[in-house]
């Protein structure tokens, strides 16, 4: 089973899960609300970079993780 959970020290626990983030916003087709509330086609609105360039408040804390985490580059073998 997979499952995501915040530990004692509040840090993420992922267990044989990705997440996903939309970065940027993106031009969809013009009916399309993928599941947005308040959809405002043609633009998805769920990423952390607006489509107009603002970064969202979580934009900052996932940016934060990503340069907390280790990369691991392919082209080395690691």
Do not use: C
């Not at 996903?20 to 013009?30: A, G, I, S």
């Not at 947005?36 to 940016?63: C, M, N």
């Amino acid at each position: 089973m997979r499952s995501i959970r915040v530990d004692s020290s509040g840090q993420l626990v992922l267990n044989g899960t990705a997440i996903y983030f939309t970065l940027q916003e993106f031009r969809v087709q013009p009916a399309w609300d993928g599941g947005e509330p308040l959809p405002d086609p043609p633009v998805h609105q769920k990423g952390l970079i607006s489509f107009t360039g603002f970064k969202q408040p979580a934009y900052y804390v996932v940016r934060e993780i990503f340069h907390a985490t280790a990369q691991h580059d392919a082209r080395d073998g690691g």
